[in-house]
C-alpha cells in the first residue's frame, strides 16, 4: 500500500548490542534496565550494589541475567567487548559472568556453556591496580588482550550476563571479527566512546568482509508509512589469496549454503538449491532442510528448548516422544490467574516463522494423576499479532494464551493428548509480526503439567488437531526434508525463513538461511 523509503543491512561481522534495546531480556529481579548518564541511548543494564560478596562461579541456573542475541558466522574469529561502569569506580563492582549458546574454542570444543558453571569473565579494571573511573571497555583479559570466541554453527547466538559482583553496570556489547578484533573500541576509563553499529544502506550496496566464512545478512526494509519488515540470507566468504584464515581444527565444521532467496506459488513446488555448501576436510554427508511452515519441537530437544529456573525438568516419561517430557512436578500450589511478566521458572522455544501466516499452536500434554487441577499452562510469544497487526500474549507481560488439557468442563482426562487453547472450541489462530526467528514462552498455570510436543502449523494441522485429547500415542516427525536440492509445497501466501543444516562425514555440522516468497 505504498512504497520502499529504506533498506538496511546488518552483515554479521561487526555487532553491536545497545542496553537500551528492548530485546535485551531480563529475567529475575537482579538486572534492570534503568537511566544512566553518558550511557549510550542514555540506558543501561544495572545490577545495583547490595553488598553481595564475589560468586566464584556462574550459575548453570541462576535466578537472574541478562540475555541478548545476534546473528554471527560459524568458524570465525569474533572478539566480545563490554563497555561498563563500576559503581563508585569500586574495583568490587566491576566484573561480570558471560556465556553463550554456541561458543567453541578453536579446535571446536563446547566453551563457556549457557547451562553450565563455565564462563568467561569480564572485569573493568585492566589489572591489578590499574583503577577504575567512569565508563570504560573491556574484555575477558586482565591486562592482556583477551581470547576470541568462535561458534559452532552459522546463525543466532544467545549471549548470557549473569552476576559475579553486583554494582556492575554495562551499555554496549561489540562482538568484532575486524575492526575490533585486536583494537579495544575506547579507552579503559573515562570513556566517551559509543559506536555505532555497521549497516549498508540502499537497495543495492556493498561489503568487504575481514575473514573466510558463511555470515547470516539481514535486511530491514521501511516503508513511506513508518511500517519495518526483515529478511534473513547468508554471504559464504572464501579466503583470499594471502589472506591468514582463522585457526583450523582437525574438524572444521563444514559451510552450508542455502541458496536463494527464493520465490513461488502457493500450492506449487518450490525447489531449493544446497550443492553450494561445502566442507574444508572433507564432504558434505547430509542436507537438512526445515521449511518454516510446519514446525513439530519435541521436549527431548535441548537446542530448541531451554529451561529457566526450577519449576520445570526435562525428565524420562512413559510414552513421550523420544522417552522426554518438561516436567513442572505437583507441589499443591493454587491455579495463578494471570502470567507473570518476569517469571521465576520457565521453558522457552525458538523457531522460524512466516510473518502474516495464520498458524496454529498445539500441545501434547499429561496431567500427573490425570487430574484437572494439573492440566493448564500459560503460553507467551516474542512477536505474536493479532490478524489486525495488535500485539498479543507478549513475553514481558501478564498477557498470555491459555492451553489446558481437558477438553472443555467435565470432558475428562487419561494419560497423553493433544490440545490448543481452545476449551471445547478450536484455538484462535497465531500470526507473527516479522519473519524470521520467534521465542515461545511456556510457564506454570496450574502446576502437575508436562508436555512432550508442540506444533506450530500453517498447514496440516491449522483447523486438525494432531492427535486424540485421550489416550494419544501420536509421535510427530519433525518436519524437513532431504538431500541438496529437494522440493516444498507451502500452504499459505507469505515470506517463510528457510534453514539448511548440513552434516559432514566427521558428523561436524553448519546452518545457514534464507527465505521463499510465497505469492
Known amino acids: 500500500d505504498g512504497s520502499i523509503s529504506g533498506y538496511r543491512w546488518n552483515w554479521g561481522d561487526e555487532i553491536v548490542v545497545n542496553a537500551a534495546d528492548s530485546a ?159 583494537a579495544r573500541p575506547g579507552l579503559t576509563r573515562a570513556d566517551s566512546t559509543i559506536v555505532v553499529p555497521q549497516s549498508g544502506s540502499g537497495m543495492v550496496t556493498s561489503h568487504v568482509y575481514p575473514a573466510a566464512g558463511q555470515y547470516p545478512v539481514q535486511l530491514t526494509v521501511t516503508d513511506n508509512g513508518g511500517a519495518t519488515a526483515s529478511a534473513w540470507t547468508s554471504a559464504s566468504v572464501a579466503a583470499s589469496a594471502g589472506s591468514t584464515p582463522p585457526p583450523s581444527s582437525t574438524n572444521a565444521s563444514p559451510v552450508a549454503n542455502a541458496g536463494g532467496p527464493y520465490s513461488g506459488a502457493r500450492g506449487s513446488a518450490l525447489t531449493v538449491d544446497g550443492s553450494g555448501s561445502s566442507d574444508a576436510d572433507g564432504s558434505i554427508a547430509a542436507y537438512r532442510w526445515t521449511w518454516g511452515d510446519e514446525v513439530v519441537v519435541r521436549a527431548a530437544d535441548t537446542a530448541a528448548t531451554a529451561i529457566v529456573g526450577s519449576a520445570w525438568a526435562r525428565a524420562s516419561q512413559s510414552g513421550a516422544a523420544d522417552g522426554v517430557a518438561l516436567v513442572n512436578p505437583d507441589k499443591g500450589a493454587a491455579k495463578k490467574t494471570a502470567a507473570a511478566a518476569s517469571p521465576s521458572s520457565y521453558v522457552e522455544v525458538r523457531f522460524y516463522a512466516a510473518a502474516g501466516v495464520p498458524y496454529h499452536v498445539w500441545f501434547r500434554m499429561r496431567a500427573e494423576g490425570d487430574a484437572y487441577t494439573n492440566d493448564s499452562m500459560f503460553v507467551q510469544f516474542s512477536g505474536a499479532v493479532t490478524a489486525a497487526g495488535s500485539a498479543v500474549n507478549r513475553i514481558g507481560t501478564t498477557a498470555a494464551s491459555i492451553v489446558i488439557l481437558e477438553n472443555g468442563s467435565g470432558a475428562g482426562m487419561s494419560g497423553w493428548g493433544w490440545n490448543d487453547d481452545g476449551y471445547g472450541t478450536l484455538g484462535s489462530a497465531v500470526y507473527f509480526a516479522a519473519s524470521g526467528l520467534q521465542t515461545m514462552r511456556v510457564q506454570q498455570r496450574e502446576d502437575g503439567v508436562m508436555w512432550d510436543q508442540l506444533v506450530v502449523s500453517a498447514g496440516t494441522y491449522v483447523t486438525t488437531r494432531p492427535g486424540s485429547t485421550q489416550g494419544d500415542s501420536t509421535v510427530l516427525a519433525v518436519t524437513s526434508s532431504s538431500g541438496a536440492s529437494p522440493s516444498h509445497v507451502y500452504p499459505a501466501v507469505g515470506q517463510y525463513p528457510i534453514e539448511l543444516t548440513v552434516t559432514d562425514d566427521k558428523g561436524a555440522a553448519g546452518s545457514a538461511l534464507t527465505t521463499a516468497t510465497i505469492k
Open 24 to 182: 535485551a531480556t531480563i529475567v529475575g529481579s537482579a538486572w534492570a534496565r534503568t537511566s544512566q548518564s553518558g550511557a549510550a541511548g542514555g540506558v543501561a543494564l544495572v545490577n545495583p550494589d547490595k553488598g553481595a560478596a564475589k560468586i566464584t562461579a556462574a550459575a548453570a541456573s541462576p535466578s537472574s541475567y541478562v540475555e541478548v542475541q545476534a546473528y554471527a558466522a560459524a568458524g570465525v574469529p569474533y572478539h566480545v567487548w563490554f563497555r561498563m561502569q563500576a559503581q563508585g569506580d569500586s574495583y568490587s563492582n566491576d566484573s561480570m559472568f558471560v556465556q553463550f549458546s554456541g561458543a567453541v574454542t578453536a579446535a571446536g570444543a563446547a566453551l563457556d556453556r549457557i547451562g553450565t558453571t563455565a564462563a568467561s569473565t569480564v572485569i573493568l579494571e585492566n589489572g591489578k591496580g590499574a583503577g577504575v573511573s567512569g565508563w570504560g571497555w573491556n574484555d575477558d583479559g586482565y591486562g592482556t588482550l583477551g581470547s576470541p570466541v568462535y561458534f559452532a554453527t552459522s546463525g543466532l547466538q544467545t549471549i548470557r550476563v549473569q552476576q559475579r559482583e553486583d554494582g556492575v553496570m554495562w551499555d554496549q556489547l561489540v562482538l568484532s571479527a575486524g575492526t575490533y578484533f585486536t
